[in-house]
């Protein structure tokens, strides 16, 4: 079992940044994959991010591509987002996610865990 929490999230204006974090509470987050996604109001929840076991392959959605940037500290069980040159349609609830089973997947479905979310405001 692996327990998730997102951290980071705010109000920030257009063209500003953000770092989200994402804290794991299991030893083994190393042999975890984690993607980050977001669901803005009304749609459904989009890909953003994903980052293999040792962080050596990552993968973005074109609409963050340039943007934003994903990281992992698996000796502090941390994945990070940062996130720049925010837009509002950045605003959105983010969450991470992880996985063990699957060696690499963008599909939300696939991931086992979830954090509960953290809300980033992209607004003048």
């Known amino acids: 079992q692996v327990q998730l929490v997102e951290s980071g999230g705010g109000l920030v204006q257009p063209g500003g940044s953000l770092r989200l974090s994402c804290a794991a509470s299991a030893r083994t987050f190393s042999s975890h994959i984690v993607g980050w996604f977001r669901q803005a109001p009304g749609k459904e929840r989009e890909f953003v991010a994903t980052?293999?076991?040792?962080?050596?392959?990552?993968s973005y959605a074109d609409s963050v591509r340039g943007r934003f940037t994903i990281s992992r500290d698996n000796a502090k069980n941390t994945v990070y987002l940062q996130m720049n040159s925010l837009k509002p349609e950045d605003t959105a609830v983010y969450y991470c996610?992880?996985?063990?089973?699957?060696?690499?997947?963008?599909?939300?479905?696939?991931?086992?865990?979830w954090g509960q979310g953290t809300q980033v405001t992209v607004s003048a």
């Open positions: 980052i293999s076991r040792s962080g050596g392959t990552i």
């Open positions: 996610a992880a996985d063990s089973d699957t060696r690499w997947t963008v599909n939300a479905r696939m991931y086992a865990y």
